[in-house]
């Protein structure tokens, strides 16, 4: 009951807009005066991030193979230094340059210009390349934006497949500068190429796949020759897996590698079919066309921290998130001078479909980026930390989507909600996007709704204004003082250089403080509880076969009730009755807290009679005595008469419980009065 009743009371509502819901009115409101604390108790966002989105700018590309037309693009890799695009168009087998705004610069690929098969750049008149030699669809891509010997050029995979896998080095106009080998000395790969890149010091990364089951991260020097540096295998097996309880398995190797700018963390795509013995890619080629599976498991970037001294990849996460996984970038560089603030260093970008999405470096969500064309599928995503652009590859679509830095504006107020805390105070809370501007709150409340009757709520105003940033910040607003059980109508209003905003459905969100204990009844009395906490069992409930009342004295200082047990003192002594056992609870002062004890009769076994309570029920008890023919059946009949007598005496009595007598039965004589006959109401 007592949970069900504060439950009640602590619930908050958004109504219909009918009045009865409303439980005071704006006179009760004078009557007390509020005294409010606003306090701002955390800078950080709801979500764990205070950071810039993106917001669509741009498109640029068109299907088709002339130059400046993608078929099919994939990997996307951006220039720091010249903002030059980088684009793996594997539909016209050849890779791609923009310039910063799009403008087609040349493609480079075998039979690009004339269809022979020798490497070129074409500036103009360009065509898809012709497939020989080399000249597969290109895989991965990177750029060295690291301020080392090789900074600018670009890495390529030119050829990803298994026993042909080749990775060169390009410079930034296309012309090739070499090849990056396995381990420093293996012209083709052994395994696939599935992920290159390249981390703030300019050292780079290769991610192969040994077999469908197992992978490789080899890191290379950023010397023109990229020495070798060490051999890592990439396993989903480590003890922080285990704890997290996700998965642990060998890795199932994809498309889809990155790395920070601290060369700390690793991110690689995978697949894995849940509780399969065999990867995907394996369960297609060894088992029976009948028993395959119609679909694979959708790729998941699983997240690794490099041990430098160590030289080896220890997995944190399985995955970053649930959706399929084609391409995976990192914020490397931003720092406090660029649009996206140093907060965003080390976010993660994960081409999912028709989307892209954002995450901090801790893994947690920052947005969901849509693609705005029609039927769009992301391929490849990378973001420019200088300007904050994020370009994402729309394979469906053949162009390139730009997404830039939200521009500042009004501020956002969302997630308010009331804590209820006790009849007399409540705690407001919101979550408010400053939207990249310094922003000011308040709170405005009172007994109507503050929308239609401002004059009749109180303002109150926040401790500080916001700090200019981007990313929900949690408010909290106390109010004291406050009436119970009285509903209040509430708004937060925030703003900005750039407008004033308040809470949605402003004039329907209400709140309900909860009610007090004094009040509740009539003559403005407090509920105390007078049962003792250890009650050895429960209360009796008074029925017509049992009738062990609960009766109080009429100053309240007494009360007796019975129970079916031996309650709060302990087994009745010698109390062999069928009986329930009545208990007294009188108040003893100075404290006037109760003190329990049970009523005893002069019958109980095992007491003397020093020790028998004296009688203090009725004169006629020994007339009844006298005149009983059955011991048993008048004791039985006396005690329940003798209590009926005393509690219908009380409110003339003294304030005290007195024990019911059960005296010794004496013989009848002859010719003596028999016991008046049982009736109901006795």
């Not at 009371?9 to 007390?32: I, K, M, V, Y």
């Not at 610069?105 to 039979?111: K, L, T």
């Not at 012709?130 to 934006?145: E, L, Q, R, S, Y």
């Not at 097996?237 to 889809?256: D, F, I, M, Q, Y």
Request: hydrophobic share 35%.
């Amino acid at each position: 009951m007592g949970i069900e009743w504060a439950s009640r009371f602590s619930r908050w509502h958004e109504p219909d807009g009918s009045s009865a819901h409303r439980r005071a009115s704006r006179r009760a409101a004078t009557l007390c005066t509020l005294f409010c604390i606003a306090s701002l108790l955390s800078a950080g966002s709801a979500l764990g991030f205070t950071q810039r989105t993106h917001t669509f700018a741009s498109s640029f590309g068109s299907a088709g193979e002339a130059l400046g037309q993608l078929n099919d693009p994939g990997a996307v890799a951006v220039s720091e230094s010249s903002g030059d695009v980088y684009v793996a168009d594997r539909g016209n087998k050849r890779i791609d340059q923009f310039g910063p705004e799009g403008k087609p610069i040349a493609v480079w690929g075998f039979g690009v210009s004339d269809g022979e098969q020798a490497f070129e750049v074409c500036t103009s008149a360009c065509k898809a390349g012709t497939g020989k030699g080399h000249g597969v669809a290109p895989g991965a891509i990177a750029v060295d934006n690291s301020a080392g010997p090789s900074k600018g050029d670009v890495y390529a995979v030119i050829d990803p497949r298994p026993k042909h896998a080749l990775l060169r080095k390009f410079s930034p106009s296309g012309v090739e500068l070499g090849t990056v080998r396995q381990e420093g000395t293996t012209l083709m790969w052994e395994g696939g190429l599935d992920g290159v890149a390249v981390d703030g010091g300019g050292n780079v990364w290769v991610y192969r796949a040994v077999s469908t089951e197992s992978a490789t991260v080899e890191r290379f020097n950023g010397a023109p020759t990229n020495e070798f540096l060490s051999a890592m295998e990439a396993t989903l097996e480590s003890t922080e897996l285990e704890e997290r309880r996700e998965n642990v398995a060998s890795l199932c190797p994809k498309p889809g590698f990155a790395v920070d700018g601290a060369g700390e963390h690793v991110y690689a795509d995978h697949e894995r079919l849940n509780n399969e013995e065999l990867c995907p890619e394996q369960v297609q080629i060894e088992e029976p066309k009948e028993n395959r599976p119609k679909k694979g498991a959708p790729p998941l970037p699983a997240q690794f921290k490099f041990n430098g001294s160590e030289e080896f990849l220890g997995a944190q996460r399985a995955g970053l998130d649930s959706q399929s996984t084609a391409a995976v970038a990192t914020d490397q560089s931003s720092s406090a001078s660029t649009p996206l603030g140093e907060g965003a260093k080390g976010d993660v970008y994960l081409a999912n479909g028709p989307t892209v999405t954002a995450l901090d470096s801790s893994g947690g969500l920052i947005q969901h980026i849509e693609l705005p064309s029609t039927a769009p599928q992301s391929g490849g995503v990378a973001l420019e930390a200088k300007t904050g652009a994020l370009y994402v590859a729309d394979s469906a679509n053949g162009q390139l989507d730009v997404f830039t830095p939200a521009e500042s504006g009004k501020p956002i107020v969302e997630g308010v909600f009331p804590q209820n805390q006790t009849p007399t105070s409540t705690k407001l809370v919101a979550q408010i996007d400053p939207n990249g501007a310094a922003t000011a709150y308040a709170v405005q409340y009172g007994t109507a709704a503050c929308l239609s009757e401002p004059a009749s709520c109180t303002t109150v105003h926040g401790a500080s204004e916001l700090p200019a940033v981007f990313g929900d910040l949690r408010v909290e607003v106390e109010l004291t003082g406050l009436h119970p059980d009285t509903t209040y109508y509430y708004r937060v209003i925030a703003e900005n250089e750039h407008g004033k905003v308040e809470t949605a459905r402003a004039a329907q969100t209400f709140f309900t403080t909860l009610p007090s204990a004094e009040g509740l009844l009539p003559d403005h009395r407090q509920w105390q509880m007078v049962s003792p906490p250890r009650k050895g069992g429960p209360l009796a409930v008074p029925v017509v076969q049992s009738p062990a009342a609960v009766q109080a004295s009429a100053d309240g200082s007494a009360i007796a009730y019975g129970t079916p047990n031996s309650a709060p003192i302990g087994e009745p002594e010698g109390n062999r009755s069928i009986q329930d056992t009545q208990f007294c609870s009188r108040a003893v002062k100075p404290n006037g807290r109760l003190r329990t004890s049970r009523l005893r009769t002069t019958r109980a076994k095992g007491l003397s009679a020093k020790k028998r309570p004296s009688i203090n029920c009725s004169r006629r008890t020994s007339h009844w005595r006298s005149s009983s023919p059955k011991p048993s059946a008048l004791s039985r009949w006396n005690r329940h008469r003798c209590r009926r007598l005393w509690l219908e005496s009380n409110a003339k009595r003294r304030s005290t419980c007195a024990p019911i007598h059960r005296s010794r039965p004496a013989r009848p004589r002859k010719g003596s009065l028999k016991p008046p006959p049982r009736t109901a109401d006795s």
